[in-house]
C-alpha cells in the first residue's frame, strides 16, 4: 500500500526546490523564512506548506528578489506575488515548479491550468521536449531518494499520458504520408514505462509516418505474428527495468534469431538498459539511441 508522502526533511526540500540544503538552513536561521516542525528526537522535518512556501521563495529569488524583503512579506503575499510576475514574464521559466506542487499536492486543477497556459506560448511538441522530458528525469531522481512516493509518480504520469493520448488522437485523423516502413512500437514483457514511447509514437504520426502502436508486456511471439501482416517494419522498443542489464543482450540477440532476422527489419532500443548492449550485439539493422531527441531529431 502507497503511504502518501506529506512530510519531508530538509534533503527532500533541496531535491525539489534546487535550493543547497545548506543555503535552506541559512535561510531558515538567519529569516526564519520556513517553520520545521519537530520529532520527539528532536529531529527537523517540513509539511506540504512549508515545502509549497519554499518554491514559491526559490521563484521570487530567481527573477531578483533579495531574501531579506522576501522574508518580510506576509505568507499569503508570496503566492499572489509569484502569479502577478510569471503573468507579466513567461511562465515557461518557471513552470517545472508548478508541475512538482501539482505532483505533491495532488493538484490536477494546477497541472491544467500550467499546462493550458504553456499552450498559450507553445505546441504540444514544444512542451513535452521542454518540460515534461526534464520533468520525468527529475521524478526518476525523486523516486529514487525517496523524496516522493510511487503514488505521486502514478498521478502526474497519468496527467501526461492523456496529454499524449488525446494529442496523439488529433493527428491520426489525418492518413499516413509516409507508408513505405511500418514503425511498431512496444514495450517487452515486464516493461511498464510507457511514457516515452507514447511520445515516440507521436513524433512519428506528425511527421507522416505509419505506425503501429501495441504498448506494454508484449511477448515476442506477437511480434512475430505483426510481421506477416507488413512489410519493412521497424520495431522501437524501451527498456527501462526490463529485461535487466543482465537479460538484455540474450532479449535482443533472440530478436535478431526470430524477428530482426532479415534485411528489412530494423529495431530501435532506447531505455538506460540500452548501454549495457555491445558492439557484438548489435548490427546495422539494430540501433540503441540514447535520447528521444537523438531519434526524433532525424525523422
Excluded at 508522502?5 to 543555503?23: C, P, Q, R
Excluded at 529569488?61 to 514574464?89: C, D, Q, R, T
Excluded at 509516409?178 to 507521436?202: A, C, S, W
Excluded at 505474428?225 to 520495431?235: L, M, P
Aim: hydrophobic share 40%; net charge neutral.
Amino acid at each position: 500500500m502507497n503511504t502518501i508522502k506529506n512530510v519531508f526533511n530538509i534533503k527532500d526540500l533541496e531535491n525539489l526546490s534546487g535550493i543547497k540544503a545548506h543555503t535552506i538552513r541559512i535561510w531558515e536561521k538567519r529569516y526564519n523564512i520556513l517553520e520545521p516542525m519537530r520529532t520527539d528526537t528532536n529531529i527537523r522535518f517540513y509539511d506540504i506548506e512549508n515545502l509549497q512556501k519554499l518554491l514559491n521563495i526559490t521563484t521570487l529569488h530567481n527573477f531578483g528578489y533579495k531574501i531579506s524583503a522576501i522574508s518580510k512579506m506576509p505568507p499569503e503575499k508570496l503566492p499572489v506575488l509569484v502569479k502577478e510576475i510569471l503573468s507579466k514574464n513567461n511562465l515557461a521559466d518557471h513552470v517545472l515548479n508548478n508541475f512538482k506542487l501539482s505532483m505533491m499536492n495532488f493538484d490536477q486543477a494546477l497541472f491544467l491550468n500550467t499546462y493550458n497556459s504553456l499552450l498559450q506560448e507553445k505546441s504540444f511538441r514544444e512542451i513535452f521536449h521542454e518540460f515534461f522530458i526534464p520533468l520525468l528525469s527529475e521524478i526518476g531522481y525523486l523516486w529514487q531518494t525517496n523524496t516522493i512516493t510511487p503514488a505521486h509518480e502514478h498521478f502526474i504520469s497519468f496527467l501526461i499520458k492523456q496529454k499524449l493520448a488525446s494529442n496523439t488522437e488529433k493527428i491520426q485523423i489525418t492518413p499516413p504520408t509516409k507508408t513505405d516502413r511500418t514503425y511498431v512500437l512496444y514495450l517487452p514483457q515486464n516493461e511498464i514505462h510507457e511514457l516515452g514511447l507514447m511520445f515516440l509514437n507521436y513524433e512519428l504520426v506528425l511527421n507522416g509516418y505509419k505506425t503501429i502502436y501495441l504498448g506494454e508486456s508484449v511477448p515476442m511471439e506477437n511480434l512475430r505474428d505483426v510481421k506477416t501482416y507488413f512489410n519493412k517494419i521497424t520495431f522501437i522498443t524501451y527498456s527501462t527495468i526490463a529485461p535487466d542489464n543482465n537479460e538484455i543482450i540474450n532479449y535482443v540477440n533472440n530478436l535478431k534469431q526470430q524477428v530482426v532476422n532479415d534485411t528489412d527489419t530494423r529495431l530501435y532500443i532506447f531505455g538506460r538498459n540500452g548501454k549495457f548492449l555491445d558492439q557484438d550485439t548489435l548490427n546495422d539493422n539494430i540501433k540503441v539511441f540514447n535520447s528521444i531527441a537523438q531519434f526524433t531529431d532525424r525523422i
